[in-house]
């Protein structure tokens, strides 16, 4: 009898694991996604509304009081409104001493407002426990469940205690809560949705400088000289010729923008014989957009991809194979097959299918759904191992095809060597140099300084 009410109450649901009463101000698409997510989790829900007509858009399950009935109810309320509506709290300040306040809104504009809208709110409501989050998490979000979006909730607050209750709450909604620190930290937190592409400024703006300062020498060199010189015009290589060189030549110089940041932070920690002293700051800015960096580079590489492919159907391409076999049959002469040729040719299409195989696989990887799933040795093999092989194999590309193009006389037009031969300028530094530090007599002081050892440790900082 004893063990079978044992197996009763094992079954029975823990009563003490009864999520409190949360209490949302505002039936906005927000309150309302934010509602549904908090009942599909176990809270019970009610809504503070200025009319307290129950709509088929309220999630199943939640009351709907007015403000101050609503708030009564929960010790937790949330307020997902605007700032310019904050003015009818103010005859709730009673009811809402000692509660826990979450302040969800957001502005139009980076730093509209002298304060955060939730040192606002804690002026506005001095006896309540305010509390910044969920601002950077959409309704859209949280209705999809959060597979598909950000699952982080950065959160900041004066009263610990309160800040802990919220961060429970984002828990349980299956999302990751990320401690800012005090209220300060809320102009910073309301910032964050406003910004644009952050990470991907310095890598946008340095792909546009540097598409636009080949596309130029190109077209200097392709189209211009042979216009001015032999009275071609070769103005449709504007189209895809001159694209087709400038994507390859943005992918590798990209790339080994990717790896020189590293090169050069062994260079200074080298110098300084530690490891405890900061970098410059453009250097850590730098190495802080790398993976930006290369899904640009592997963007132009795919570019390059797809040109090459409509080589063998542009017009120009099969009127010149057709103009040069007619020549042949007319002077009734056949070229011999060289071997060489087909050598350097086979060589340089392997090397580059080899390099974007691996440049693929390299973007892959950085994607956060791959990376989370391998572990910091496996993610850095693939990023650094396989990322130099990667800058091998498309450095090695670009010098194939090249050949005995770089000794030609011709090839230098006004003086100006091919565009390919600028683009191995940075690839090159950045493998001689790496080569140079994987000697034993610099590899085994740096690895020694990465691991915390100093040569001057009056000098760290």
């Known amino acids: 009898m004893n063990k079978n009410s044992s197996n009763i109450m094992a079954l029975a649901p823990n009563t003490s694991n009864k999520r409190e009463t949360v209490c949302i101000f505002g039936t906005g698409d927000f309150g309302r996604a934010l509602g549904h997510k908090m009942i599909q989790s176990g809270y019970p829900v009610v809504f503070g509304s200025r009319s307290t007509k129950t709509s088929s858009l309220i999630p199943k399950g939640a009351e709907v009081l007015s403000h101050a009935e609503a708030a009564q109810k929960a010790a937790v309320i949330i307020t997902a409104i605007q700032r310019q509506h904050y003015s009818f709290l103010t005859p709730l300040t009673e009811i809402l001493h000692g509660k826990v306040l979450v302040d969800?809104?957001?502005?139009?504009?980076?730093?509209?407002?002298?304060?955060?809208?939730?040192?606002?709110?804690?002026?506005?409501?001095?006896?309540?426990?305010?509390?910044?989050?969920?601002?950077?998490?959409?309704?859209?979000?949280?209705?999809?469940?959060?597979?598909?979006?950000?699952?982080?909730?950065?959160?900041?607050?004066?009263?610990?205690?309160?800040?802990?209750?919220?961060?429970?709450?984002?828990?349980?909604?299956?999302?990751?809560?990320?401690?800012?620190?005090?209220?300060?930290?809320?102009?910073?937190?309301?910032?964050?949705?406003?910004?644009?592409?952050?990470?991907?400024?310095?890598?946008?703006?340095?792909?546009?400088?540097?598409?636009?300062?080949?596309?130029?020498?190109?077209?200097?060199?392709?189209?211009?000289?042979?216009?001015?010189?032999?009275?071609?015009?070769?103005?449709?290589?504007?189209?895809?010729s001159i694209p087709n060189r400038i994507c390859p030549i943005l992918a590798l110089i990209l790339l080994a923008l990717v790896y020189l940041p590293g090169v050069l932070a062994a260079i200074i920690q080298l110098y300084r014989g530690t490891k405890y002293h900061r970098f410059p700051d453009w250097l850590d800015k730098w190495m802080l957009c790398r993976k930006q960096l290369g899904l640009v580079a592997l963007a132009f590489a795919?570019?390059?991809?797809?040109?090459?492919?409509?080589?063998?159907?542009?017009?120009?391409?099969?009127?010149?194979?057709?103009?040069?076999?007619?020549?042949?049959?007319?002077?009734?002469?056949?070229?011999?097959?060289?071997?060489?040729?087909?050598?350097?040719?086979?060589?340089?299409v392997a090397l580059g299918i080899l390099g974007f195989f691996l440049f693929v696989l390299l973007g892959i990887t950085s994607l956060p759904s791959v990376s989370n799933n391998v572990n910091w040795r496996e993610f850095r093999f693939v990023q650094s191992k396989l990322g130099y092989l990667t800058l091998i194999l498309c450095t090695a590309h670009t010098l194939v095809y090249g050949g005995k193009r770089f000794l030609s006389p011709s090839s230098y037009r006004w003086y100006l060597p091919n565009a390919y031969m600028l683009s191995l300028i940075i690839p090159c530094m950045v493998l001689v140099v790496k080569f140079v530090l994987i000697f034993p007599c610099l590899d085994k002081p740096l690895t020694r300084i990465r691991q915390g050892w100093e040569r001057n440790p009056q000098y760290s900082e």
């Open 104 to 240: 969800v809104s957001n502005n139009l504009k980076i730093n509209e407002h002298p304060e955060s809208n939730a040192e606002y709110l804690a002026q506005l409501v001095p006896g309540a426990k305010v509390v910044k989050a969920f601002n950077t998490v959409s309704a859209w979000a949280l209705q999809s469940g959060t597979l598909d979006a950000s699952r982080q909730v950065f959160v900041c607050g004066d009263d610990m205690e309160a800040k802990q209750t919220v961060m429970n709450i984002v828990r349980a909604l299956g999302l990751t809560p990320l401690d800012q620190g005090s209220l300060l930290a809320a102009q910073e937190i309301e910032n964050y949705p406003l910004q644009l592409f952050p990470m991907w400024k310095f890598p946008i703006l340095l792909s546009f400088g540097l598409a636009a300062f080949f596309f130029f020498y190109c077209l200097i060199r392709n189209v211009i000289y042979p216009y001015v010189y032999e009275n071609k015009d070769f103005s449709f290589f504007i189209a895809i």
């Open 302 to 348: 795919s570019l390059h991809v797809l040109y090459t492919l409509v080589i063998p159907i542009r017009y120009f391409v099969r009127w010149r194979m057709s103009n040069r076999i007619i020549s042949q049959v007319l002077n009734n002469k056949t070229e011999p097959l060289d071997t060489t040729n087909a050598w350097l040719s086979d060589s340089y």
